[in-house]
């Protein structure tokens, strides 16, 4: 089994940045790719930004290009995600996922095509 655990959440204000970090364990891909995805309170999940095992490929929705950047160290089994000019719409519970392997953009972004999720951790931004 996979665990993942979110964390670096909290209350900012608008224009100001946050990194939340995803730890994995357990038995993981050998080369998978990682995936934040966010839900605000009444909305569907939404997803962010894909990475693929080797980090050269991303993927960012547009919401959040330019904004937020994510990365990894594989060593550390650990996903990060800077977030950067947050801004209130920005505010939801921010979840990762991995799955095996990168994928088609419109696989990546779909959140079905993910094997494994963390609990979440909140990201509120104050206007």
């Known amino acids: 089994q996979v665990q993942l655990v979110e964390s670096g959440g909290g209350l900012v204000q608008a224009g100001d940045s946050l990194r939340l970090s995803c730890a994995a364990s357990g038995r993981t891909y050998s080369s998978n790719a990682m995936g934040w995805f966010r839900q605000a309170p009444g909305k569907d999940r939404e997803f962010v930004v894909a990475?693929?095992?080797?980090?050269?490929?991303?993927l960012y929705s547009d919401s959040v290009k330019g904004r937020f950047t994510i990365s990894r160290d594989n060593a550390k089994k650990t996903v990060f995600l800077q977030m950067n000019s947050l801004k209130p719409e920005d505010t939801a519970v921010y979840y990762c996922?991995?799955?095996?392997?990168?994928?088609?953009?419109?696989?990546?972004?779909?959140?079905?095509?993910?094997?494994?999720w963390g609990k979440g951790t909140q990201v509120t931004v104050s206007s």
């Open positions: 990475i693929d095992w080797n980090d050269v490929m991303t």
């Open positions: 996922a991995m799955r095996s392997g990168w994928g088609t953009f419109s696989e990546l972004r779909r959140p079905y095509e993910y094997d494994y």
